[in-house]
C-alpha cells in the first residue's frame, strides 16, 4: 500500500475474501479522512444555513461555505469568485451553460462543434439546444487512436461556428485533447469554447485562464471531494450576460408582486439552500490535493498508466483503446471473446473493482466498433501492486473463459 492510501478508510477492507484494489477512480474517487472529517464537523458543529443569518453558527457556515468557493477559484486560477458557480456537478453544470447562454445566443444554422468521445452529459444538452434554436451539430474527426489533429479541427470550425464543447479529457480513451490550441481557433471565429474538465481538474494541473476557455466544469466526487457538488467556471462578462435559470430564494436582490430583480454573480445562479457540507468537503478536497501538489499526481496517474500498458500486454487477446502515450491516468480494453461485464464480475471475485459498460459514451463505443468496454482507473492511492493485481486477474480471467467455453 503506497503512503496516500493510509488516508482513505474505504481501501482497509477486504472485497470477496481479498484486499480491495479499487480501479474506478474515473466514476467516482475516495474520500480521504480529512473531507470526510470535514463533513462531519459542519454537521457536528456549526450545521446551519448561509448568507441569510447573523448568529454565530450561520456566520461560520457562510465562511467555510465561501471559503470554499475561494479555493476553487485558486484551484484552477479563475480570475475573481464571481466566476465560480456552484452546481451539483458537471452534468448540472453543462445544461445551465447551454439552457442559459446557448438557447439565448444560437440561431437557426448556427454551429455547435462536438468530438464523438464525449460523455452523454456534454452531448445531450447540446442535442436539445439545437433541437430548440435550429443549431446545427458538428464533430470533429478522431484520428485511429482516439486524438486530436489540429489541422482537421481547423477545418472543422467555420465562422458559422458559435460554440465548442468537448472534455479536457476522455473518460474512455484517457485523451487529453489541446484545449488551449483549440480556444484560440475559436476565439478567431468569434465562438465560445466549453471544457468538460470531469477528468483533468482532478488529476492535473489546470489553469483556465493560461486555456483561454470560456466554460470549465468540475465534478467534486471525481476529485476526493462529496458527492452532488461542483462547479462552473464562465469568464465574468459572459455570465453577467446570462439569465438565472432557477428561481426562488438566495438568488433573489428585490422582489415585487409583478417583478423581481437578481442578486450579482455569483448567487444570481444559485437559487434555494446550496450543498453546504458538499462544499465544504471539496474545500478540503482541494486542500489535501495542493497539499500533495498536483504535478506530483499528474505525474503518478501517468506513471501507473503507462506501467499498466507496459503489463497488461501479457495478457493474450487483450485489446486496449486511446493513445499510447500522452495519457491520464486510465486503461480502457477488451478480451476477446470475453464480454466486459463478465471481466468486471471475474475481477470483482479477486476484490479489484472495475467499470464495464458504455461508460456514458455510446457513440464512442459505435466509433470504436464494439458494444462496451472494461476501463481500470487510477488516482493517488494506487500504486503498480494495484496494476500486478489486476493483470493477474485479467490472465485469471482469460483462463477461465478459454476454459469454459474453449
Not at 482516439?146 to 461556428?161: F, Q, S, V, W
Request: charged residues 25%; glycine residues 8%.
Amino acid at each position: 500500500m503506497n503512503r496516500y492510501a493510509k488516508d482513505f478508510p474505504i481501501l482497509n477492507q477486504e472485497v470477496n475474501g481479498n484486499p480491495l484494489v479499487y480501479l474506478d477512480s474515473s466514476a467516482t474517487s475516495q474520500k480521504p479522512f480529512q473531507v470526510i472529517e470535514a463533513v462531519e464537523r459542519y454537521y457536528q458543529e456549526y450545521n446551519s444555513n448561509v448568507h441569510r443569518g447573523v448568529h454565530t453558527l450561520g456566520t461560520k457556515a457562510t465562511d467555510g461555505y465561501e471559503g470554499a468557493r475561494e479555493k476553487v477559484r485558486r484551484f484552477i486560477n479563475a480570475k475573481s469568485v464571481k466566476e465560480i458557480i456552484y452546481t451539483r456537478g458537471t452534468t448540472s453544470a453543462l445544461n445551465l451553460i447551454a439552457s442559459s447562454y446557448a438557447r439565448t445566443n444560437l440561431k437557426e444554422g448556427d454551429e455547435i462543434v462536438l468530438s464523438p468521445s464525449e460523455h452523454h452529459s456534454n452531448l445531450i444538452p447540446w442535442q436539445q439546444v439545437a433541437r430548440v434554436t435550429g443549431a446545427v451539430l458538428k464533430y470533429f474527426p478522431l484520428e485511429p487512436d482516439g486524438t486530436l489533429d489540429l489541422k482537421k479541427a481547423e477545418e472543422t470550425i467555420t465562422d458559422r461556428t458559435k460554440l465548442v464543447a468537448i472534455a479536457h479529457v476522455s473518460n474512455v480513451l484517457g485523451t487529453i485533447f489541446p484545449i488551449k490550441e483549440l480556444a484560440q481557433m475559436v476565439h478567431q471565429h468569434g465562438g465560445v469554447l466549453v471544457v468538460d474538465g470531469a477528468q483533468s481538474v482532478p488529476h492535473m494541473k489546470v489553469d483556465v485562464q493560461e486555456l483561454d476557455c470560456d466554460f470549465l466544469t468540475l465534478s467534486g466526487h471525481k476529485m476526493m471531494g462529496p458527492t452532488g457538488i461542483g462547479a462552473l467556471y464562465g469568464k465574468e462578462s459572459l455570465l453577467e450576460a446570462m439569465e438565472p435559470i432557477e428561481f426562488g430564494g438566495e438568488m433573489i436582490d428585490h422582489v415585487d408582486l409583478f417583478e423581481s430583480t437578481w442578486k450579482e454573480l455569483p448567487w444570481k445562479f444559485e437559487g434555494g439552500t446550496p450543498n453546504i457540507a458538499g462544499a465544504i468537503g471539496l474545500g478540503a478536497a482541494i486542500d489535501y490535493l495542493e497539499s500533495v501538489g498536483m504535478d506530483h499526481v499528474d505525474a503518478h496517474d501517468r506513471q501507473l498508466a503507462r506501467y499498466a500498458l507496459e503489463e497488461m500486454k501479457k495478457v493474450e487477446g487483450l485489446t486496449v483503446y486511446g493513445p499510447v502515450s500522452d495519457r491520464t491516468g486510465l486503461v480502457t480494453f477488451n478480451i476477446d471473446d470475453v464480454h466486459p461485464h463478465d471481466v468486471a464480475t471475474v475481477l470483482d471475485a479477486e476484490g479489484i473493482a472495475v467499470r464495464a459498460g458504455h461508460h456514458c459514451c455510446q457513440p464512442l463505443m459505435r466509433w470504436l466498433n464494439v458494444s462496451a468496454t472494461a476501463r481500470a482507473s487510477f488516482y493517488l492511492y494506487n500504486d503498480e501492486s494495484d496494476i500486478d493485481r489486476l493483470v493477474k486477474g485479467l490472465q485469471k480471467t482469460k483462463e477461465y473463459f478459454s476454459n469454459v467455453f474453449g
